[in-house]
């Protein structure tokens, strides 16, 4: 008796956790999607392909596995330093254009890259 009660606390302890869970994962969902949106307005597949759609010269497919979320975001706001700091050679080399993005949008963008995993 003891162990079949146990067990269904652990059940609904378990039910308990992943029900508190999806809030959060709608919202990554959600600054994912705006991240997609800023990414098309921006125009970032000019330089680059993800899912083989864009430019196929730098492809971000992975990236999310690849690199932190700080370098992420460095990339963006300061891809010279970035660049020098990759060693990256790739011409053009990516611009200095973002840095004045709203935040709301730049931190959609990471979340974006983050999930390209
Ligand atoms: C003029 C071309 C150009 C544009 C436009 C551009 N990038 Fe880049 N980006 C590059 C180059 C070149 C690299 C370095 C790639 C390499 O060395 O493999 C790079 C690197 C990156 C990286 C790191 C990739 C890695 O594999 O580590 C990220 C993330 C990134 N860009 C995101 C963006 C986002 C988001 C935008 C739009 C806001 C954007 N880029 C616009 C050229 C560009």
Same mark, same amino acid.
């Given at each position: 008796m003891r162990r079949s009660s %146990?067990?269904?606390?652990?059940?609904?302890a378990v039910i308990a956790a992943s029900g508190s869970a999806s809030?959060?994962?709608?919202?990554?969902?959600?600054?994912?999607?705006?991240?997609?949106?800023?990414?098309?307005?921006?125009?970032?597949?000019?330089?680059?392909?993800i899912g083989g759609q864009g430019n196929k010269a730098n492809? %971000?497919?992975?990236?999310?596995?690849?690199?932190?979320?700080?370098?992420?975001?460095?990339?963006i706001v300061d891809p010279t330093a970035m660049s020098a700091k990759a060693k990256s050679e790739k011409k053009p080399p990516m611009p200095n254009r973002w840095a004045k993005l709203p935040?709301?949008?730049?931190?959609?963008?990471?979340?974006?890259?983050?999930? %390209?995993k």
């Open positions: %146990l067990t269904t606390a652990c059940f609904v809030p959060a994962a709608a919202q990554d969902a959600a600054a994912v999607k705006k991240g997609q949106e800023v990414y098309a307005a921006q125009k970032c597949s000019v330089c680059h392909a492809p %971000l497919d992975g990236v999310g596995a690849k690199i932190s979320a700080a370098d992420m975001r460095q990339w935040a709301a949008d730049l931190d959609a963008l990471v979340a974006y890259m983050l999930s %390209l």
